[in-house]
C-alpha cells in the first residue's frame, strides 16, 4: 500500500511521536501516527528511537545522583528540605534584604507617627543649627524675649515672639533670613548650653490659609541636634541644641506627643 503523504504539520508531530503510542495524548498526534505508520522512514525512526531508550534505560545511575531524583523526595518533600532552603545563600541574602526594607519602612513610619504642621521645617531649621557660626549673626547683648520689638521694627515681623519659658535666657545674636521656601525665619543664639531659637511661620492649609495648629510641645531630631517646637498666633517657635531629648527637657514644662 502506497504510503499516504503528510503535512509539514503532521510530519513535525510524527518525527517526535513517543516510541509507544499508549502514551500519545493528543489528538493531533495520533492522527498524525496514524498516516504515518506505513512509511519506512516513520518505522526506522521508530526502531531507532527504541534502541536510544533502551540503551539510556541500561546506563547505571551514579548514588549521589539517585537521591536527587528518589520517589520518596518527588513525592513527599523532605521534612526538613525547608531547612536546606533557608541555608542557600541566595535565599539568605534575600531574606536579609527583605528584613532591612521592612526596618527601613516600619523606622519610616514610626518616625512619621510624631510628624505634626511645620516639622519639616523644624527639621531642615535643624540642619541650619548645625552649620551655623557665631559670626553670621548680629552680636546682640540682652534678654531672648526683648527681641520681639526689633524683629517687628526692623523686618516687619509680628508675633515674633519668644516664649516666656525662654525670654530671660541672655542672647549672643540673632539674625532675620529667608528659608527654602521663601519663608522669613528669625534665629537667635543665647548663652544658655549654646542653645538656638527658631521663629517661623507656620504652616496654613493650602486651599483656606487657615493656620494649622497644634498644642503643647512636640519634639524634632536631625543629626545630633533636638529641637522643641511649639505654635502660637501663627508662628512656630522652636529651642534646638546638639544633644538628646533629656538635655532639652528640664526647660520644657510640658511636652505633649
Same mark, same amino acid.
Given at each position: 500500500?502506497?504510503?499516504?503523504?503528510?503535512?509539514?504539520?503532521?510530519?513535525?508531530? %510524527?518525527? $517526535? %511521536?513517543?516510541?509507544?503510542?499508549?502514551?500519545?495524548?493528543?489528538?493531533?498526534?495520533?492522527?498524525?501516527?496514524?498516516?504515518?505508520?506505513?512509511?519506512?522512514?516513520?518505522?526506522?525512526?521508530?526502531?531507532?528511537?527504541?534502541?536510544?531508550?533502551?540503551?539510556?534505560?541500561?546506563?547505571?545511575?551514579?548514588?549521589?545522583?539517585?537521591?536527587?531524583?528518589?520517589?520518596?523526595?518527588?513525592?513527599?518533600?523532605?521534612?526538613?528540605a525547608w531547612k536546606k532552603? %533557608?541555608? #542557600?545563600?541566595?535565599?539568605?541574602?534575600?531574606?536579609?534584604?527583605?528584613?532591612?526594607?521592612?526596618?527601613?519602612?516600619?523606622?519610616?513610619?514610626?518616625?512619621?507617627? #510624631?510628624?505634626?504642621?511645620?516639622?519639616?521645617?523644624?527639621?531642615?531649621?535643624?540642619?541650619?543649627? =548645625?552649620?551655623?557660626?557665631?559670626?553670621?549673626?548680629?552680636?546682640?547683648?540682652?534678654?531672648?524675649g526683648t527681641l520681639s520689638?526689633?524683629?517687628?521694627?526692623?523686618?516687619?515681623?509680628?508675633?515674633?515672639?519668644?516664649?516666656?519659658?525662654?525670654?530671660?535666657?541672655?542672647?549672643?545674636?540673632?539674625?532675620?533670613?529667608?528659608?527654602?521656601?521663601?519663608?522669613?525665619?528669625?534665629?537667635?543664639?543665647?548663652?544658655?548650653?549654646?542653645?538656638?531659637?527658631?521663629?517661623?511661620?507656620?504652616?496654613?492649609?493650602?486651599?483656606?490659609?487657615?493656620?494649622?495648629?497644634?498644642?503643647?510641645?512636640?519634639?524634632?531630631?536631625?543629626?545630633?541636634?533636638? =529641637?522643641?517646637?511649639?505654635?502660637?498666633?501663627?508662628? $512656630?517657635?522652636?529651642? %534646638?541644641?546638639? =544633644?538628646?531629648?533629656?538635655?532639652?527637657?528640664?526647660?520644657?514644662?510640658?511636652?505633649?506627643?
Amino acid at each position: 500500500m502506497k504510503p499516504r503523504r503528510l503535512s509539514r504539520r503532521q510530519r513535525a508531530l %510524527a518525527n $517526535c %511521536a513517543p516510541v509507544s503510542e499508549d502514551r500519545i495524548r493528543d489528538r493531533s498526534m495520533r492522527a498524525a501516527v496514524f498516516r504515518a505508520r506505513g512509511s519506512n522512514e516513520f518505522a526506522n525512526q521508530q526502531s531507532f528511537d527504541r534502541a536510544v531508550a533502551a540503551l539510556v534505560r541500561a546506563i547505571p545511575i551514579p548514588p549521589e545522583a539517585a537521591e536527587w531524583f528518589s520517589s520518596t523526595d518527588l513525592i513527599a518533600p523532605s521534612k526538613w528540605a525547608w531547612k536546606k532552603t %533557608a541555608r #542557600n545563600p541566595a535565599v539568605l541574602a534575600i531574606g536579609i534584604a527583605l528584613v532591612v526594607i521592612a526596618g527601613v519602612f516600619v523606622f519610616n513610619f514610626v518616625g512619621r507617627l #510624631n510628624d505634626f504642621p511645620g516639622s519639616g521645617t523644624a527639621r531642615k531649621l535643624l540642619g541650619t543649627a =548645625g552649620s551655623t557660626r557665631s559670626v553670621l549673626l548680629d552680636p546682640v547683648t540682652g534678654d531672648a524675649g526683648t527681641l520681639s520689638d526689633l524683629f517687628f521694627l526692623k523686618h516687619g515681623l509680628e508675633h515674633y515672639d519668644v516664649p516666656a519659658e525662654f525670654a530671660d535666657f541672655r542672647t549672643i545674636g540673632c539674625r532675620v533670613f529667608d528659608d527654602d521656601e521663601a519663608r522669613r525665619v528669625a534665629q537667635i543664639w543665647v548663652v544658655e548650653k549654646r542653645m538656638q531659637f527658631f521663629l517661623f511661620s507656620a504652616e496654613r492649609n493650602a486651599k483656606t490659609g487657615v493656620v494649622l495648629q497644634f498644642s503643647g510641645w512636640r519634639y524634632v531630631h536631625q543629626e545630633g541636634w533636638v =529641637g522643641a517646637v511649639t505654635e502660637r498666633n501663627g508662628v $512656630c517657635f522652636m529651642a %534646638a541644641l546638639r =544633644g538628646r531629648e533629656k538635655d532639652l527637657a528640664p526647660y520644657i514644662p510640658k511636652v505633649k506627643q
